[in-house]
């Protein structure tokens, strides 16, 4: 039996590795935008809410900051991720 993570936990996965985050949430919030053009058919995954902390973001500015989660998860961005909030801590 394989274990399906969710696109919040591929996320979290993803930035933890790829950017050494110290703190991170990731937040689906697809179900909040139900309806609405980008969302997907399932509610889940195509709105996703990112709160992260990265020693890698010292010194960049905040267009820099996004930008490396950004590139981080393109792929999930090719696969439906329409809405990327980015808080970062």
Known sequence: MTLQLS???QIHARLTLAL?????????????HA???GASE??????MRVQI???L???????????????????FIDQ???ALA???L
């Not at 990731?26 to 909040?32: G, P, Q, T």
């Not at 399932?42 to 709105?47: A, R």
Request: overall charge negative; glycine content about 8%.
């Open 80 to 82: 439906g991720l329409h």
């Open 57 to 75: 973001f010292t010194s960049l500015s905040r267009v820099q900051r996004h930008r490396l989660v950004y590139d981080s998860l393109q792929d």
């Open 53 to 55: 902390a990265s020693p």
């Open 20 to 32: 050494q985050a110290t703190q991170l949430q990731v937040i689906d919030e697809s179900h909040l």
């Open 7 to 9: 696109v919040a936990d």
């Open 35 to 37: 309806g609405h053009a």
């Open 86 to 88: 980015i808080e970062v």
């Open 42 to 47: 399932s509610g889940v995954g195509s709105h």
